[in-house]
């Protein structure tokens, strides 16, 4: 392994830290876990926090930050959300359903002009679940570094491009989707997408990380992201998310990330019967289930039903687990790209909580 001495000292002190302070019986084998996932995959940094009903009695960091300045990871380090950022998106939509101010089954061009009329209508409620027929990313389609104002301005990048598919046929997971749901959030809430994630969910679930990842401003912990390329570690591509805050643009801290799921599973965010509706799984129009809801991915771990989301983008590999019946969250964010971390955040799950 090709660890420098900072990043093996920071992993001692991780692990003495937990060591020397009172902790649930269950906190030595995760930090075991998470070591040997860092050191087999040579991960600069990662983030963990665990959600126990209201309580997070676990978070930590261990590597570095920032390789360069030798920055250690932490419990406050911010990193990019990628794709969690869009379970966010989908509460900020359900929130305006519930105060009557959006209809989810509205074609979304009667509510955004610069959204070109198509073959079909497109709804809210088919964007949520990816069934609406929006394209995702092109092969070598390069990430944007132009900055965006607004959410509605974003979709000069794909709003001009035919439907894939009839809406409700197919499911085609697309991240260009929920820039358009982002774009609806605006228009109705009249308001920024940024301002309205910080005040109707970050203020509310006390995340006060959980803001949009704006590459000018100055995001105290924010981690620096690294990608592997021949074996080599180099710093990731430049990427301004400004244009997809709703799709993979938002940024927090692994606690402040636990804080959301507690909010929403605690109905602070949204009703007990919105969030049944987001857990439930979408349904093609021949009545056949898919594995998404309403802005979740939704499954099972044996006989335990699990909710969750991944996120993939420049800088980072991101996690968010979610036990429902048994209110425990995992929440794993590491500045590697390229890491898939659902099979520990589902070993952490059972650590926690044994099925």
């Known amino acids: 392994m090709r660890v420098v001495p900072a990043l093996a ?32 995959d040579e ?29 250690a990871a932490t419990e406050a380090t911010v990193y990019r959300l990628g794709s969690i950022s869009k379970p966010v998106t989908a509460v900020a939509v359900m929130q305006l359903v519930e ?16 959204w070109p009329e198509k073959q079909w209508p497109v709804t809210t409620r088919l964007l ?3 069934l609406a027929g929006v394209r995702h990313y092109r092969r070598g389609e390069e990430e944007s570094v132009q900055h965006f104002a607004t959410q509605v301005a974003g979709l000069v990048r794909f709003a001009q491009d035919p439907l894939l598919h009839e809406p409700g046929t197919k ?21 920024p997408f940024a301002e309205v994630v910080r ?29 592997r390329v021949e074996g080599k570690l180099l710093n990731s591509e430049l990427m301004d998310s400004s244009y997809k805050l709703g799709g993979g643009g938002l940024c927090c801290s692994a606690e402040d990330l636990v804080r959301f799921a507690q909010a929403l599973l605690a109905g602070a965010l949204v009703k007990k019967e919105t969030l049944d509706q987001m857990f439930t799984p979408g349904k093609l ?16 771990d044996g006989t335990r039903r699990v909710v969750s989301h991944s996120g993939a983008q420049s800088r980072v590999s991101t996690m968010l687990y979610i036990l429902p019946e048994q209110q425990v969250t995992v929440v794993l964010l590491c ?7 659902q099979p520990l955040a589902q070993a952490i799950a059972r650590l926690v909580t044994p099925p």
């Not at 992993?11 to 930090?31: D, I």
């Not at 991960?43 to 030798?70: K, Q, T």
């Not at 129009?285 to 099972?300: C, M, P, Q, S, W």
């Open 9 to 40: 000292s920071v992993l001692v002190v991780a692990v003495a830290s937990v060591v020397g302070q009172s902790a649930p019986a269950w906190t030595a084998a995760v930090v075991e876990a998470i070591e040997a996932r860092v050191r087999d």
């Open 43 to 71: 991960i600069p940094g990662l983030s963990c926090a665990i959600g126990v009903g209201v309580e997070v009695p676990f978070r930590r960091g261990f590597g570095l930050a920032d390789l360069e300045n030798e920055v």
């Open 99 to 114: 105060a009557g101010q959006l209809d989810l089954d509205r074609d979304v061009q009667e509510l955004v002009s610069e």
């Open 128 to 130: 949520l679940s990816h």
């Open 171 to 191: 499911y085609f997971y697309s991240t260009y989707g929920y820039n358009l749901i982002a774009a609806v959030v605006e228009k109705v809430a009249k308001k």
């Open 199 to 227: 005040e109707r969910i970050a203020a509310p679930s006390r995340a006060t990380t959980l803001q949009d990842d704006d590459i000018r401003r100055i995001i105290r912990g924010r981690a620096q992201g690294y990608v």
């Open 285 to 300: 129009r021949d009545g056949t289930a898919i594995d998404y809801a309403l802005g979740f991915g939704v499954g099972k």
């Open 335 to 341: 500045n590697l790209e390229r890491m898939r971390l």
